[in-house]
């Protein structure tokens, strides 16, 4: 189950915990300078606050995700399939900025 963790008018960041590791999502509204810097922000002091890895699910063909979660200093960890067979990557980020 997705929770809210970070409520903005332009945003909304959700964690999902499984298997003992937290996942991240995020729907923007919007996009600007301004909205960049409240986010990258609100999502160190997340990190701050939760102090453990972060992991983003990355679909392969979806190039603007990959960009947005590198933006946001994820670092690529793995590939693995999913349930339905389909290959994607697993994006990690440490409280530390690693």
């Given amino acids: 189950m997705k929770t809210?963790?970070?409520?903005?008018?332009n945003y909304i960041v959700y964690l999902e915990e499984h298997?003992?590791?937290?996942?991240?999502?995020?729907?923007?509204?919007g996009w600007t300078k301004a909205i960049k810097k409240a986010l990258t922000g609100d999502?160190?002091?997340l990190l701050q606050i939760h102090r453990k890895p972060i992991f983003a699910v990355h679909e392969l063909e979806d190039t603007k995700h990959l960009k947005f979660i590198e933006m946001m200093g994820f670092v690529f960890y793995k590939d693995f399939a999913g349930t339905d067979t389909?290959?994607?990557?697993?994006?990690a980020r440490n409280y530390n900025g690693n």
């Fill in 19 to 29: 298997a003992g590791a937290s996942f991240i999502h995020c729907d923007c509204f």
């Fill in 86 to 91: 389909k290959m994607r990557q697993l994006y």
């Fill in 43 to 45: 999502f160190d002091k």
């Fill in 4 to 9: 809210p963790v970070i409520v903005s008018a």
